[in-house]
């Protein structure tokens, strides 16, 4: 996995960055983006369903609620500002109220972003401090620089962007995201923003945005644990000159989505190649479901066990864990005589036991790659699901052994 | 944690064990186990409720739905025959096959086991050349040399016993188990075997066994990986010479029915304190719940935790990881402003964020500790429930990658 090249990322009418170093939690080091959006605008999002969801979500739901107009987002890294209570209310809509200050606008005009260490004060003063720098920063190329404004753990920046012609006119849409562990996203990932130009109805930005994340954000998995702030924001600058899109699934619509998904799945499985301690990218696809929910049930179960994980990191073919996750999947009534299960093009279980012609040496080969497939056909209906995750390495417990030190 | 000591093992009367070297996967290693059950005896077991359960759980359960007049136990290592479809099944019969015969019993008195690799064939026709070894080694005080015969990953042999009075007659209950990875036993362990010589009307074996597994193996995880071959079985031979009891909430039921919860509960136990890699035995009690399942939830939310798991593992108090893992754990209307958390004594949480008294090193000190408990209190009702796990090292990783090497 290399950084994306910033020459790639198609600026976005409407919309400025600017990125500074606060000193949230550790000086010199990028903690603090500002993003500035056009008068206009119209932004939705898809936040954390963690019941101990972090303040900054509970402010932008509350602003969300109330309007999509949304005019900046302002993101710290170093600090998640969740488990902090009452206290960390205070300080997330402080936040807000001073970069509304600085930039002539209400505090409801702003959604306020943060990511790191769990149950710790926020240092909201240093954020106030930092403002300043960020905002004189701003400035429509600064994708890149925002992409590595937001990273805590992850390795490299992640951020993609697409350009398609809709009513013949070119409409941008590019994103940024974040996140390496505590990856399970339930509605969204840590932090994801994408913006398009597109003139689109306001009130299909929030469909699209549940339907872009129900395709990325929602079916990636590093360590199965939902993280407290969760976030999924798409903004919609309508400045590209396209006769303005009014539904979804028009030919416009379904262009204008497809551009959307395509950014969001690449940012969402940059977090997975990122993941913790990761060294393989494996997709699990799961067919002959009776619904897209068990489909999930399973490849979930799967992409959770650490025994499968682990036996991914060692490249051994040891695929007896993944049947016996997909039998403690929770799916009651399977009958597990008609399980297949594909490694690649391996054909490695038929009618639930091991194929006769599978040889170990072939499984082998397989589990070598750096990508891997795994296809299980549950053979009771239609449905499908792909979950994207990562394996279970030393590196995994040595970073989280060592996060806060 | 040591291994036991033989002479703390009290026998129980009309059960002996048998132990041998079958070479079931490696050579010059105990890996074959025979317990011989006097006329008379009752059993009852719970299976695991993997779906993909194993070929030896498919024949217990056929052969336990027939009768309760089991007359012995057969028990292999190194290879679980699950994922083995009809062949595996067709291998597990020939296990019984060949034990009556030698035995001079019928092939439905007898129940095998088998835990190790799974989808592998089982090499059945080397257990049968071991059996005649097994048979002649039978003896009743070889509980301890049968713990060590039934370890696969495991650093220790695993037994407990207890002795009673019950209407003025010594009873005793003696048990084994084995297991260290794959472990989150729904119904049971990977495999438990209780025995007692108590006289107990032969239909409350079954509720007896349910209880307590309930109140111990059903209590346990490890790394959230539910084994296609967890069993807990119960054997009462009627030897003591006790009044039979005849209801588990008599005085003699309730006192019988503690022996065994203390003896299951300390071989559930061992099996977390001999996890894959565990350094640290953790409690978890979550309290306030309006449910058991709920309790049960939110605990086994935190133990299966791996960013939760690696900070014990550092003794890092980097405790807002449990409450991102309460607030996950799907109790969809949790109150987060109402949650207490402590550590041991140290009050770390209070109205949902840090209580202000709380210091960093207080909560260091328990971290540091071999055993640690954690208590969360949800706030919204008088149900609690208590799930004992492991942390999460590198050894759980190096072993994981290394098992079939």
Known sequence: MQAPNPDSLFPVAGVTLGVAEAGVRK?????????????GSTVAGVFTKNRYCAAPVQVCREHLAASSAMRAIVVNTGNANAGTGADGLARARRTCDALAAQMGLSAAQILPFSTGVIMETLPVERIEAGL???????????????????MTTDTLPKAASRQVTIGGQTVTVTGISKGAGMIRPNMATMLGFVATDAAIAPELVQPLVKRAADASFNR??????????????????????NAPITALDSAEGAALQEAIVAVARELAQAIVRDGEGATKFISITIEGGR????????????AHSPLVK??????????????????????????QTLIEMHLDDVHVVTQGGRNPSYREEDGQRVMKQAEISVRVNLGRGAARATVWTCDLSHDYVSINADYRS
């Not at 360590?223 to 590209?240: E, K, P, R, Y």
């Not at 619904?291 to 799967?302: F, G, N």
Request: negative net charge.
């Open 220 to 241: 990636i998995t590093i360590d199965g644990d939902t993280s407290t702030n969760d976030s999924f924001v798409l903004i919609a600058t309508h400045q590209a000159g």
């Open 132 to 150: 300043p720098a960020a905002l004189a920063d701003l400035a429509p190329a600064h994708w890149a620089k925002a992409a590595e404004g937001i």
């Open 291 to 302: 619904t897209e929910d068990e489909c999930c049930q399973a490849a979930y179960a799967i």
């Open 310 to 335: 682990t036996a991914f990191f060692a490249s051994d073919p040891n695929l007896g864990r993944i049947l016996a996750a997909v039998g403690y999947a929770g799916i009651d009534d399977l009958d």
């Open 27 to 39: 000086a010199n080091r990028k903690d603090l983006v500002v993003m500035s959006l056009v008068e």
